[in-house]
């Protein structure tokens, strides 16, 4: 792996992008309350995603970008805004009031910086490993005040001759996983079709934000904000999140795949490693892709890491419970709607010869209970389970987090030049969190992306590669 990178970077333009309207159909003032699901989220670091996009010869050109794509991607944009009108708002927290909520007027937008860079493209949107810090120019900050956080920024860069990159920061207090696919869905349908005006969307992309199918159990939603991380902001009421301290150097990342047939031979020999019990036992098992994969990676990550066999190793994963609410939410339901699990384990059970098929069972129970804690959900259990995850984070010698997932169909984002070439989650790099998603080849299989200190990350691709075969 070479270890410099041309980071040179020309901004072209910076503006504010605000949804589309026209003096039939005034835009009007919204505001939403946040719900317990959204308040869990409010102080914590926001999600960073970039797409990357190679274009044909003719496509590739400097006048080709500043004369239909850019244009094409700044009106659709726009146009999809009428429709997300909450994404071109903001979280405000007024002096006085107890807690935050969501509100958009007619003069908000969204901010979006147009940018033009010389780095080799196919490098950046690559599997193999890299510099960490390679992809972050390519991402906008956030602007975020005590009182105001914008929801989401975009970054357009385009690379001569290449192709080009959509660049994002947003709010997870306003966007889970689910909502911003079907967002980034939407404006890449409404740019794709080009069309003039306001377009009507397939329903799946048509977003609902009504609220009130979203039992509020009493109390809850103030737990988690007066409970979340504020570090050492001294304004218990700030929308600034603490900020990831992390040194950043000699940190790399890299994107992993596994193939339907490695995933097939993980279910088997996990089967096979029950101890003694009986098959029809094992299928009782929930051996979904998500799983197998998920309790894969933990082992390989706990591996390369070299941790002490006498220390604890946390895990956790949110999952989306919009069809697991009694009544269930629409699946188009916009905002967060996810529980977080989590768990502690031995590091020597895990670095056992079956710790593989430990790590899937221990997967395996936790999401099986979901079902029953999201529709009896409680105060008090939620609080136990946010107690948990914070003794976790306190005693574990590493948390390995997951985000994403392959049902997303993050790879169907198609503005009209193709499918992404590549698309990878920049901020798992402020931790050891893994990125899932379906695989770019669209074989069946599953892309996972991780970052790890650079002598890590080759051991684990050893361990990764050695261990499927």
Known sequence: MATSYNYSLKVLEVCRVTPFTNSATPLVELCLPLTHFDMFWVKLFPIERIFFYQLSQHESTQTFFNSVLFPRLKHS???????????????????????????????????????????????????????????????????????????????ITFFPNQGFSIGMCFQHAMIDGKSIAMFMKSWAHICKVNSDMTTLLPLELTPIFDRTGVDEPQGLGMFYLKNRFSGSNSNPKSLKHPGVIKDMENIVRANFELLRPDITNLRRNIVSQQNGKEEEDSKCMHLSTFVLSYAYIIVTIVKAKNLERKGKVGFLFPADCRSRLNPPLPTNYFGNCVVRSSALVDTETILDKNGTAFVANELSKMIKGLGTRVKTMSVEREIEQTFKLKNIMQVADVVIGVGGSPRFEIYETDFGWGKPKKTHVVSIDKGVWISM?????????????????????????????????
């Not at 107890?98 to 599997?127: H, M």
């Not at 695989?439 to 991780?450: A, F, P, T």
Request: hydrophobic share 40%; no cysteine.
């Open 77 to 155: 944009l726009s146009l999809t805004l009428t429709h997300f009108l909450p994404i071109a708002g903001h979280i405000i927290w007024p002096v006085g009031t107890e807690k935050p909520s969501f509100l958009y007027t007619p003069s908000d937008g969204v901010s979006l910086i147009v940018s033009e860079s010389n780095s080799d493209f196919n490098r950046l949107s690559q599997n193999e490993m890299q510099e960490a810090i390679a992809l972050h120019p390519y991402v906008p900050e956030l602007p975020v005040s005590d009182s105001k956080a914008a929801i989401i920024a975009f970054q």
């Open 437 to 469: 998603a379906e695989s770019s080849h669209g074989n069946g299989g599953i892309e996972l992306g991780l970052a790890l200190k650079k002598s890590e990350m080759e051991m684990f691709t050893f361990l990764f590669a050695n261990g499927l075969k």
